[in-house]
C-alpha cells in the first residue's frame, strides 16, 4: 500500500487507510495540485522500490501504454504500469509481476506518476524535462534496457549502460 508523504524524504511518512489515501490523492490531483507518496511493496521492482517516493499529478491526458497510472481497484490503491487498452478498459501490470492486473475503467484512473527519487537520484517515469536532464537520460537509460527487441541489445544496450555510469 502506498503512504503520504509531505514531500520525499522532509518527514517520516505517515501511513493512511487505503481509502483516505485514495481520496487524499483524487482531491489533491482533481485541484490541479500534485503530490509524493511513499511506496510499499515489490510489484514494480526495479524502478519502484520499497520507500521509493513517486510524484503523483492530475491526468493531464488520456492513459498510453507505458505510463504508470495510481489506480482504485475497488477502494485498494495501486501503482501500475499500463501494458495495453482495449475496448475502452485500461491494462496494467506491475514491473515486477507475471501478469495482468484486472482490466479497469478510465474512471478508476486517479493519477499519473511523474517521476520516482530514491535518494538522490530522480528518474523521470515520463520523456519530460521538468526534473531536470538527469532525471530524463535515467528515463532514456530505462526506456533502452526494456523496449529495445533482442536481437537489437548487443548493439544498443552499450548506451543504456554509459548513460547509467555517466549519471552514476
Known amino acids: 500500500m502506498p503512504r503520504h508523504a509531505d514531500s520525499p524524504g522532509s518527514v517520516p511518512a505517515r501511513i493512511l487507510p487505503p481509502r483516505d489515501l ?13 503530490l509524493w ?17 513517486v510524484l503523483l ?4 491526458r488520456a492513459p498510453r501504454r507505458g ?10 490503491p495501486l501503482l501500475h504500469r499500463v501494458k495495453r487498452i482495449e475496448s475502452e478498459r485500461i491494462v496494467t501490470r506491475g514491473d515486477a509481476a507475471l ?17 520516482v527519487r530514491r535518494g538522490p537520484v530522480t528518474v523521470a517515469l515520463t520523456p519530460t524535462l521538468r526534473f531536470g536532464v ?13 523496449r529495445v527487441p533482442f536481437s537489437m541489445s548487443q548493439r ?6 554509459a548513460i547509467t555510469r555517466a549519471l552514476s
Open 57 to 60: 499529478a492530475r491526468l493531464a
Open 134 to 146: 538527469n532525471a530524463l537520460l535515467w528515463y532514456a537509460a530505462w526506456e533502452i534496457r526494456v
Open 156 to 161: 544498443v544496450r552499450p548506451l543504456s549502460r
Open 67 to 76: 505510463d504508470v497510472l495510481f489506480i482504485d481497484v475497488c477502494g485498494r
Open 22 to 34: 485514495i481520496d487524499l490523492v483524487r482531491g489533491v490531483v482533481g485541484a490541479g495540485g500534485s
Open 37 to 53: 507518496i511513499q511506496v510499499t511493496g515489490i510489484s514494480m521492482n526495479p524502478v519502484m522500490q520499497e520507500g521509493d517516493s
Open 99 to 115: 501478469t495482468d492486473d484486472t482490466p479497469v475503467s478510465p474512471a478508476a484512473c486517479v493519477a499519473h506518476a511523474l517521476v
